[in-house]
Protein backbone atom coordinates (compact mmCIF):
# COMPACT_ATOMS: atom_id res chain seq x y z
CA UNK A 1 0.00 0.00 0.00
CA UNK A 2 1.17 3.64 -0.50
CA UNK A 3 2.23 5.68 1.87
CA UNK A 4 0.34 8.85 0.22
CA UNK A 5 -1.22 8.92 -2.86
CA UNK A 6 -1.10 12.60 -5.01
CA UNK A 7 -3.73 13.07 -7.79
CA UNK A 8 -5.14 15.99 -10.16
CA UNK A 9 -8.64 17.74 -9.40
CA UNK A 10 -8.72 20.52 -11.69
CA UNK A 11 -11.77 22.34 -9.98
CA UNK A 12 -14.76 21.85 -7.52
CA UNK A 13 -17.42 20.54 -10.14
CA UNK A 14 -19.26 17.08 -9.06
CA UNK A 15 -18.02 14.96 -11.65
CA UNK A 16 -14.11 16.03 -11.08
CA UNK A 17 -14.38 15.51 -7.64
CA UNK A 18 -16.27 12.32 -7.43
CA UNK A 19 -13.65 10.76 -9.86
CA UNK A 20 -10.71 12.63 -8.14
CA UNK A 21 -11.98 10.76 -4.51
CA UNK A 22 -11.92 7.51 -5.99
CA UNK A 23 -8.19 8.28 -7.63
CA UNK A 24 -7.13 9.47 -4.55
CA UNK A 25 -8.48 6.48 -1.89
CA UNK A 26 -7.77 3.17 -4.49
CA UNK A 27 -4.38 3.21 -4.18
CA UNK A 28 -4.88 3.05 -0.10
CA UNK A 29 -7.25 0.02 -0.48
CA UNK A 30 -10.45 1.87 -0.84
CA UNK A 31 -13.32 2.39 1.32
CA UNK A 32 -13.76 -1.37 1.52
CA UNK A 33 -12.93 -1.25 5.55
CA UNK A 34 -16.36 0.78 5.61
CA UNK A 35 -19.13 -1.49 6.95
CA UNK A 36 -23.07 -0.95 7.35
CA UNK A 37 -24.28 0.72 9.97
CA UNK A 38 -20.29 2.23 11.38
CA UNK A 39 -20.63 5.86 12.59
CA UNK A 40 -18.06 7.99 10.68
CA UNK A 41 -16.96 11.05 11.46
CA UNK A 42 -15.50 13.50 8.94
CA UNK A 43 -13.23 16.17 10.28
CA UNK A 44 -13.38 18.98 7.97
CA UNK A 45 -11.17 22.20 8.40
CA UNK A 46 -14.42 24.86 9.24
CA UNK A 47 -11.79 27.67 10.79
CA UNK A 48 -13.73 30.62 10.72
CA UNK A 49 -17.25 32.05 8.85
CA UNK A 50 -15.60 32.48 5.32
CA UNK A 51 -17.43 31.48 1.90
CA UNK A 52 -15.45 28.67 0.17
CA UNK A 53 -14.16 30.48 -2.15
CA UNK A 54 -12.16 32.60 -0.01
CA UNK A 55 -9.90 28.88 0.19
CA UNK A 56 -9.68 29.05 3.97
CA UNK A 57 -12.45 25.68 4.51
CA UNK A 58 -12.46 22.34 3.45
CA UNK A 59 -14.86 22.74 0.18
CA UNK A 60 -18.39 21.86 0.58
CA UNK A 61 -18.25 19.86 -3.04
CA UNK A 62 -15.35 16.92 -1.74
CA UNK A 63 -17.21 17.08 1.54
CA UNK A 64 -20.76 16.11 -0.50
CA UNK A 65 -18.72 13.67 -2.27
CA UNK A 66 -17.17 11.60 -0.20
CA UNK A 67 -20.52 11.53 1.97
CA UNK A 68 -22.11 10.01 -0.79
CA UNK A 69 -19.76 7.82 -0.82
CA UNK A 70 -19.63 6.66 2.79
CA UNK A 71 -23.27 6.24 2.98
CA UNK A 72 -23.83 4.08 -0.59
CA UNK A 73 -21.45 1.78 1.77
CA UNK A 74 -24.07 1.97 4.84
CA UNK A 75 -22.34 3.86 6.87
CA UNK A 76 -23.50 6.60 9.33
CA UNK A 77 -21.73 9.88 8.62
CA UNK A 78 -21.32 13.26 10.72
CA UNK A 79 -19.55 16.63 9.46
CA UNK A 80 -18.26 18.27 12.00
CA UNK A 81 -15.68 20.86 13.48
CA UNK A 82 -14.81 23.45 16.02
CA UNK A 83 -13.94 27.13 14.95
CA UNK A 84 -12.55 29.71 16.58
CA UNK A 85 -14.82 31.14 18.98
CA UNK A 86 -17.51 29.94 20.78
CA UNK A 87 -18.43 25.92 20.66
CA UNK A 88 -22.41 26.24 20.54
CA UNK A 89 -24.95 25.90 18.46
CA UNK A 90 -25.57 29.61 17.15
CA UNK A 91 -22.01 30.28 16.39
CA UNK A 92 -21.23 27.14 14.68
CA UNK A 93 -24.38 27.52 12.79
CA UNK A 94 -23.42 30.58 11.69
CA UNK A 95 -19.75 28.78 10.36
CA UNK A 96 -21.68 25.95 8.45
CA UNK A 97 -24.24 28.38 6.74
CA UNK A 98 -21.27 30.33 5.81
CA UNK A 99 -19.07 27.36 4.26
CA UNK A 100 -21.72 25.95 2.56
CA UNK A 101 -22.11 22.56 5.07
CA UNK A 102 -25.77 22.72 4.52
CA UNK A 103 -24.92 20.79 1.50
CA UNK A 104 -24.01 18.04 3.60
CA UNK A 105 -27.21 17.06 5.12
CA UNK A 106 -28.53 17.43 1.14
CA UNK A 107 -25.61 14.89 0.52
CA UNK A 108 -27.40 12.28 3.23
CA UNK A 109 -25.07 13.04 5.96
CA UNK A 110 -25.35 15.11 9.30
CA UNK A 111 -23.68 18.57 10.75
CA UNK A 112 -22.35 17.87 14.11
CA UNK A 113 -25.14 19.89 16.60
CA UNK A 114 -23.27 18.20 19.87
CA UNK A 115 -21.69 21.10 21.22
CA UNK A 116 -20.37 18.69 24.48
CA UNK A 117 -17.16 18.68 26.07
CA UNK A 118 -15.24 15.29 27.31
CA UNK A 119 -11.98 14.87 29.10
CA UNK A 120 -9.39 13.30 28.12
CA UNK A 121 -6.44 11.47 29.53
CA UNK A 122 -3.23 10.30 27.32
CA UNK A 123 -0.25 9.22 29.74
CA UNK A 124 1.59 8.41 26.13
CA UNK A 125 1.19 11.57 25.28
CA UNK A 126 4.69 13.52 25.36
CA UNK A 127 3.36 17.03 26.71
CA UNK A 128 -0.76 16.54 26.44
CA UNK A 129 -1.95 14.26 28.69
CA UNK A 130 -4.62 15.47 29.88
CA UNK A 131 -7.53 17.71 27.81
CA UNK A 132 -10.94 18.44 26.53
CA UNK A 133 -11.96 17.76 23.06
CA UNK A 134 -15.45 17.99 21.35
CA UNK A 135 -17.40 15.25 22.65
CA UNK A 136 -19.07 14.38 18.79
CA UNK A 137 -15.86 12.47 18.10
CA UNK A 138 -16.47 10.55 21.03
CA UNK A 139 -19.52 8.90 17.98
CA UNK A 140 -17.18 7.69 15.55
CA UNK A 141 -16.49 4.40 15.03
CA UNK A 142 -13.47 6.11 12.57
CA UNK A 143 -12.45 9.87 11.88
CA UNK A 144 -11.86 11.15 8.53
CA UNK A 145 -9.51 14.01 8.68
CA UNK A 146 -10.63 16.14 5.34
CA UNK A 147 -8.21 19.44 5.58
CA UNK A 148 -7.67 21.91 3.82
CA UNK A 149 -3.93 22.98 2.35
CA UNK A 150 -3.10 26.73 3.91
CA UNK A 151 -0.45 28.64 4.92
CA UNK A 152 -0.19 29.45 9.00
CA UNK A 153 1.38 32.21 11.19
CA UNK A 154 2.69 29.97 13.69
CA UNK A 155 3.01 26.40 12.18
CA UNK A 156 4.02 27.75 8.79
CA UNK A 157 1.42 25.53 6.96
CA UNK A 158 -1.96 24.10 7.87
CA UNK A 159 -2.19 20.54 6.59
CA UNK A 160 -3.38 17.08 7.99
CA UNK A 161 -1.73 17.45 11.63
CA UNK A 162 -2.69 20.78 12.50
CA UNK A 163 -6.31 20.11 11.15
CA UNK A 164 -6.45 17.67 14.34
CA UNK A 165 -6.11 21.11 16.59
CA UNK A 166 -9.67 21.36 15.59
CA UNK A 167 -10.79 18.84 18.46
CA UNK A 168 -10.39 20.91 21.07
CA UNK A 169 -12.81 23.20 21.73
CA UNK A 170 -12.78 26.87 20.33
CA UNK A 171 -13.09 28.82 23.56
CA UNK A 172 -10.51 26.79 24.70
CA UNK A 173 -8.11 26.99 22.13
CA UNK A 174 -6.51 30.41 23.47
CA UNK A 175 -5.74 28.69 26.65
CA UNK A 176 -3.77 25.67 24.73
CA UNK A 177 -1.85 28.34 23.28
CA UNK A 178 -1.07 29.56 26.91
CA UNK A 179 -0.18 26.46 28.08
CA UNK A 180 2.08 25.58 24.46
CA UNK A 181 3.66 29.43 23.87
CA UNK A 182 6.93 27.74 22.34
CA UNK A 183 5.87 26.29 19.15
CA UNK A 184 7.98 23.30 19.15
CA UNK A 185 5.73 22.10 22.61
CA UNK A 186 2.71 23.21 20.41
CA UNK A 187 3.78 21.07 17.59
CA UNK A 188 4.52 18.57 20.16
CA UNK A 189 0.83 18.91 21.70
CA UNK A 190 -0.64 18.71 18.24
CA UNK A 191 0.82 15.71 17.46
CA UNK A 192 -0.34 14.27 20.55
CA UNK A 193 -3.86 14.85 19.22
CA UNK A 194 -2.86 13.05 16.10
CA UNK A 195 -2.08 10.12 18.29
CA UNK A 196 -4.29 10.21 19.97
CA UNK A 197 -7.46 10.19 17.61
CA UNK A 198 -5.72 8.28 14.87
CA UNK A 199 -7.35 9.38 12.15
CA UNK A 200 -8.43 6.16 9.59
CA UNK A 201 -7.68 8.40 6.52
CA UNK A 202 -6.43 11.95 5.96
CA UNK A 203 -7.46 13.63 2.70
CA UNK A 204 -5.99 17.34 1.60
CA UNK A 205 -8.20 19.61 0.01
CA UNK A 206 -5.15 21.29 -2.17
CA UNK A 207 -7.20 22.14 -5.37
CA UNK A 208 -7.74 25.49 -4.34
CA UNK A 209 -5.37 26.17 -1.41
CA UNK A 210 -4.02 29.25 0.79
CA UNK A 211 -1.00 31.17 0.04
CA UNK A 212 0.29 34.85 1.81
CA UNK A 213 -1.36 35.70 4.84
CA UNK A 214 -2.89 32.40 5.67
CA UNK A 215 -4.98 30.51 7.45
CA UNK A 216 -7.99 32.91 7.02
CA UNK A 217 -6.66 36.15 5.75
CA UNK A 218 -4.46 35.06 2.58
CA UNK A 219 -4.90 34.46 -1.11
CA UNK A 220 -6.56 31.27 -3.04
CA UNK A 221 -4.19 29.98 -5.07
CA UNK A 222 -4.89 27.22 -7.53
CA UNK A 223 -3.04 23.96 -7.06
CA UNK A 224 -5.49 21.25 -8.57
CA UNK A 225 -4.19 18.68 -5.90
CA UNK A 226 -5.96 16.15 -3.62
CA UNK A 227 -4.02 14.16 -1.43
CA UNK A 228 -4.60 11.61 0.64
CA UNK A 229 -2.40 8.64 3.32
CA UNK A 230 -3.42 6.98 6.39
CA UNK A 231 -0.97 9.22 7.64
CA UNK A 232 -1.80 12.66 8.63
CA UNK A 233 2.33 13.10 8.61
CA UNK A 234 3.79 11.75 5.95
CA UNK A 235 1.08 13.80 3.81
CA UNK A 236 2.20 17.09 5.50
CA UNK A 237 5.71 15.99 4.90
CA UNK A 238 5.15 15.92 1.02
CA UNK A 239 2.55 18.80 0.97
CA UNK A 240 5.49 20.96 3.01
CA UNK A 241 7.58 20.04 -0.18
CA UNK A 242 4.95 21.02 -2.75
CA UNK A 243 4.84 24.58 -1.09
CA UNK A 244 8.57 25.05 -1.01
CA UNK A 245 8.95 24.40 2.52
CA UNK A 246 11.51 22.70 4.24
CA UNK A 247 10.47 20.09 7.02
CA UNK A 248 12.46 21.98 9.88
CA UNK A 249 10.23 24.96 9.32
CA UNK A 250 7.36 22.86 9.84
CA UNK A 251 7.18 22.44 13.41
CA UNK A 252 5.06 19.62 13.31
CA UNK A 253 6.94 17.51 10.76
CA UNK A 254 9.91 18.18 13.51
CA UNK A 255 7.83 17.12 16.40
CA UNK A 256 6.71 13.75 13.78
CA UNK A 257 10.22 13.36 13.15
CA UNK A 258 11.18 13.05 16.83
CA UNK A 259 8.78 10.12 17.59
CA UNK A 260 9.61 8.30 14.41
CA UNK A 261 6.53 8.97 12.86
CA UNK A 262 8.16 10.05 9.10
CA UNK A 263 11.34 9.54 7.79
CA UNK A 264 13.87 12.57 7.02
CA UNK A 265 12.83 12.96 3.24
CA UNK A 266 9.95 11.79 1.04
CA UNK A 267 12.43 9.79 -0.85
CA UNK A 268 12.18 7.32 1.78
CA UNK A 269 7.92 7.37 1.15
CA UNK A 270 6.23 5.63 -1.38
CA UNK A 271 4.10 7.64 -3.28
CA UNK A 272 1.72 6.74 -5.81
CA UNK A 273 1.50 10.02 -8.24
CA UNK A 274 4.31 12.34 -9.50
CA UNK A 275 5.14 15.08 -6.85
CA UNK A 276 6.79 17.10 -9.70
CA UNK A 277 3.50 17.63 -11.25
CA UNK A 278 2.17 19.14 -8.25
CA UNK A 279 4.77 21.41 -7.09
CA UNK A 280 4.49 24.96 -7.02
CA UNK A 281 7.66 26.66 -7.48
CA UNK A 282 6.27 30.55 -6.70
CA UNK A 283 4.40 29.94 -3.58
CA UNK A 284 3.82 32.81 -1.43
CA UNK A 285 4.49 31.56 2.11
CA UNK A 286 4.79 33.59 5.47
CA UNK A 287 8.63 33.27 6.41
CA UNK A 288 8.11 32.10 10.11
CA UNK A 289 11.64 31.87 11.15
CA UNK A 290 10.25 27.82 12.41
CA UNK A 291 13.60 26.93 10.36
CA UNK A 292 15.76 27.73 13.50
CA UNK A 293 13.57 26.26 16.10
CA UNK A 294 14.84 23.15 16.52
CA UNK A 295 18.35 23.55 16.36
CA UNK A 296 20.17 22.41 19.20
CA UNK A 297 17.43 20.18 20.56
CA UNK A 298 18.60 17.76 22.60
CA UNK A 299 22.45 18.67 22.29
CA UNK A 300 24.85 20.13 24.18
CA UNK A 301 24.45 23.12 26.28
CA UNK A 302 26.38 25.92 24.03
CA UNK A 303 24.60 24.46 21.23
CA UNK A 304 20.91 24.57 22.64
CA UNK A 305 21.83 28.03 23.75
CA UNK A 306 22.80 28.94 20.67
CA UNK A 307 19.26 27.23 18.86
CA UNK A 308 17.42 29.55 21.46
CA UNK A 309 19.60 33.04 20.18
CA UNK A 310 18.57 32.01 16.66
CA UNK A 311 14.89 31.06 17.21
CA UNK A 312 14.70 34.50 19.36
CA UNK A 313 16.25 36.63 16.69
CA UNK A 314 14.53 35.27 13.90
CA UNK A 315 11.21 34.72 15.84
CA UNK A 316 8.58 36.85 14.03
CA UNK A 317 5.64 39.36 15.40
CA UNK A 318 2.42 40.32 14.79
CA UNK A 319 1.50 43.36 13.14
CA UNK A 320 -1.28 45.69 12.58
CA UNK A 321 -1.74 47.17 9.51
CA UNK A 322 -3.31 50.40 10.41
CA UNK A 323 -5.24 51.31 7.58
CA UNK A 324 -7.06 48.21 7.12
CA UNK A 325 -7.77 47.76 10.77
CA UNK A 326 -11.16 48.86 11.57
CA UNK A 327 -11.03 48.24 15.65
CA UNK A 328 -13.22 45.85 15.47
CA UNK A 329 -11.79 44.52 18.54
CA UNK A 330 -11.78 40.50 17.50
CA UNK A 331 -7.96 39.99 17.78
CA UNK A 332 -8.39 41.41 21.48
CA UNK A 333 -10.75 39.30 22.48
CA UNK A 334 -9.16 35.93 20.77
CA UNK A 335 -5.65 37.06 22.58
CA UNK A 336 -4.59 34.74 25.34
CA UNK A 337 -2.29 37.09 26.76
CA UNK A 338 -4.78 39.80 26.87
CA UNK A 339 -2.24 41.84 25.31
CA UNK A 340 -4.16 43.71 22.63
CA UNK A 341 -5.95 47.31 23.12
CA UNK A 342 -8.07 49.05 20.74
CA UNK A 343 -6.77 52.75 20.97
CA UNK A 344 -8.65 55.59 18.63
CA UNK A 345 -10.36 53.07 16.46
CA UNK A 346 -7.03 50.81 16.14
CA UNK A 347 -5.55 47.62 17.14
CA UNK A 348 -2.18 48.44 19.55
CA UNK A 349 -0.37 45.10 20.73
CA UNK A 350 1.64 45.20 23.90
CA UNK A 351 4.85 43.21 22.76
CA UNK A 352 6.16 42.18 25.84
CA UNK A 353 3.34 40.21 26.88
CA UNK A 354 2.88 38.47 23.21
CA UNK A 355 3.45 34.59 23.16
CA UNK A 356 3.28 34.87 19.39
CA UNK A 357 0.32 32.44 18.62
CA UNK A 358 -0.47 34.32 15.70
CA UNK A 359 -4.60 33.95 17.01
CA UNK A 360 -4.81 37.49 16.37
CA UNK A 361 -3.28 37.38 12.73
CA UNK A 362 -6.01 33.73 12.24
CA UNK A 363 -8.62 35.58 13.03
CA UNK A 364 -8.57 38.92 12.01
CA UNK A 365 -11.56 39.70 9.39
CA UNK A 366 -9.82 42.50 8.19
CA UNK A 367 -6.36 41.14 7.35
CA UNK A 368 -5.52 43.64 8.76
CA UNK A 369 -2.78 41.40 11.31
CA UNK A 370 0.30 40.12 9.53
CA UNK A 371 3.31 37.96 10.47
CA UNK A 372 6.25 40.42 10.48
CA UNK A 373 9.81 39.31 10.04
CA UNK A 374 12.15 41.42 12.52
CA UNK A 375 14.63 43.45 10.71
CA UNK A 376 17.67 41.12 12.23
CA UNK A 377 16.07 38.01 10.32
CA UNK A 378 15.20 39.94 7.05
CA UNK A 379 18.87 41.05 6.96
CA UNK A 380 20.42 37.65 7.72
CA UNK A 381 17.95 35.64 5.49
CA UNK A 382 18.94 37.80 2.44
S1 LIG B 1 -9.23 42.02 14.42
FE1 LIG B 1 -8.17 43.08 12.76
S2 LIG B 1 -9.53 44.74 12.15
FE2 LIG B 1 -10.26 44.00 14.13
S3 LIG B 1 -9.21 45.32 15.62
FE3 LIG B 1 -7.90 43.53 15.36
S4 LIG B 1 -6.44 44.10 13.73
FE4 LIG B 1 -8.12 45.58 13.68
S1 LIG C 1 -0.84 39.57 20.30
FE1 LIG C 1 -1.46 38.01 18.81
S2 LIG C 1 0.33 36.67 18.69
FE2 LIG C 1 0.57 37.87 20.55
S3 LIG C 1 -0.33 36.61 22.17
FE3 LIG C 1 -1.95 37.97 21.42
S4 LIG C 1 -3.02 36.77 19.85
FE4 LIG C 1 -1.06 35.76 20.22
Not at 68 to 84: E, F, H, I, K, N
Not at 191 to 202: A, M, Q
Amino acid sequence: MSDVVLTSCVDYSTSEVESALERVLEPLGGLDWVKPGMRIVIKANLVTFLKPERAATTHPSLLCALVRMLTQRGADVVVGDSPGGLYNAAFVGKVYQATGMEQVEQAGGRLNRDFGHSPAEYPEGKVCRKFTYTSYLDQADAIINFCKLKTHGMMAMTCGAKNMFGAIPGAMKPEYHFRYPDPRDFARMIVDLDEYFKPRLTIVDGVTCMEGNGPTGGTPRHVGLLAASESPHKVDLVCAKLLGLERAEVPTLEAALERGLIPQTIEELDIHGNVQDFVVPDFQRIETGNGHLFEGDGKKLSSRLRGAFMAKVFSQKPKVIRRDCVGCGVCRDICPAKTIRIEKGKAVIERKNCIRCFCCQEFCPKSAMVVHRTWVARILEK
